[in-house]
Structure formats: structure tokens, C-alpha cells
């Protein structure tokens, strides 16, 4: 079998393969557009993904970004672009199991084979009683400024518990 660095090929894409899984455990994918036609391998799309709080019940942000198609996206070794948008709603009754971290990372992704990442980071905004959910990219070298906001206001009558 062959190696690189030591390593057998089929071990490698096995560990990429769980990597992948292990990513995307907490969201679902509620839809995709195609932006663009590929001859060889999937078509370059626009994803749209839903992340439920895992610390808030009651809070879904929907996130869509780029996936990058064609015969690199295909076997997984395709880098997305670091664009994204995300947008929070309340979707039931909010409640809070344990207090928040006043600024606590809550999903992360990986959009390219191993140095770039997809975040979502939430903080408390305790003097208007308001979850702030912000997504960006980061890669190990360089990240991009790139972003996007979105907000949940939580009713006075309930406090965020904040450690």
C-alpha cells in the first residue's frame, strides 16, 4: 500500500473522511442553489444550513456559504470561499441549561481539506438582553475579514444567565 509520510493513503482518507463527519455533526442542510455548471463533478452551489444553539434552546441560525463544485469538490480537496451569512431566529421557547460564556464559539466547519474553517461565535450583549451571533473564516496562515451579524433579542421577563 502506499504511503505518504509514513502514513498508508487509505488511513489518511479515512481520517479526512471522519474529519468531514465529525464537522458537520450539529447541522442540517435545509436547501442548495447551483451558481454554477461543472462538466466533471458536482456543480458549484450555495448551501443553506441550520445550526441549533447547542446552549440555547429555542435559537436557530441559518448559515449559507459557498461549496465549491467540479472534480475537487468532489473528492473533498476543494477550498470554499469565506464568505457566508448567517441569520438567527428564535424558533420556540427560549431557555438556558447552564449560564453562557460572555463570548463563546458554538459551531465551526471546515470549508477547505485542513487550514480553514468556518465559525460562528456567540456573545451576550447583557445591557439589551440579546444574543449576538457572528460568522467569519479563519485559516491558519491568513483569515478573511469577512463577516456577517445577526441578533436575537430575548424578552426582559427572561435573563440571560451569563457565568
Do not use: W
Not at 442542510?29 to 429555542?58: L, Y
Not at 463544485?69 to 470554499?80: C, F, H, M, N, Q
Not at 459551531?107 to 474553517?117: A, Q, T
Not at 449576538?132 to 451579524?149: A, C, F, K, M, W
Amino acid at each position: 500500500m502506499k504511503k505518504i509520510l509514513g502514513v498508508s493513503v487509505l488511513s489518511v482518507a479515512v481520517m479526512v473522511s471522519l474529519l468531514f463527519l465529525l464537522s458537520r455533526a450539529g447541522a442540517e442542510q435545509i436547501g442548495e442553489v447551483d451558481t454554477v455548471f461543472k462538466f466533471i463533478g458536482p456543480d458549484h452551489k450555495i448551501v443553506v444550513d441550520a445550526h441549533d444553539d447547542p446552549k440555547v434552546n429555542g435559537v436557530t441560525c441559518y448559515v449559507s456559504r459557498a461549496k465549491t463544485g467540479g472534480l475537487k469538490g468532489a473528492v473533498g480537496i476543494a477550498e470554499d470561499k469565506a464568505e457566508a451569512s448567517i441569520a438567527c431566529h428564535q424558533v420556540g421557547p427560549i431557555s438556558f441549561a447552564k449560564p453562557l460564556a460572555a463570548q463563546e464559539e458554538v459551531f465551526n466547519e471546515r470549508i477547505s481539506l485542513v487550514f480553514k474553517k468556518i465559525r460562528i461565535v456567540r456573545m451576550v450583549d447583557k445591557a439589551r438582553n440579546t444574543l449576538v451571533y457572528l460568522t467569519y473564516s479563519d485559516r491558519v496562515i491568513e483569515g478573511s475579514p469577512q463577516n456577517s451579524v445577526a441578533t436575537v433579542a430575548i424578552d426582559r421577563s427572561i435573563r440571560i444567565p451569563v457565568q
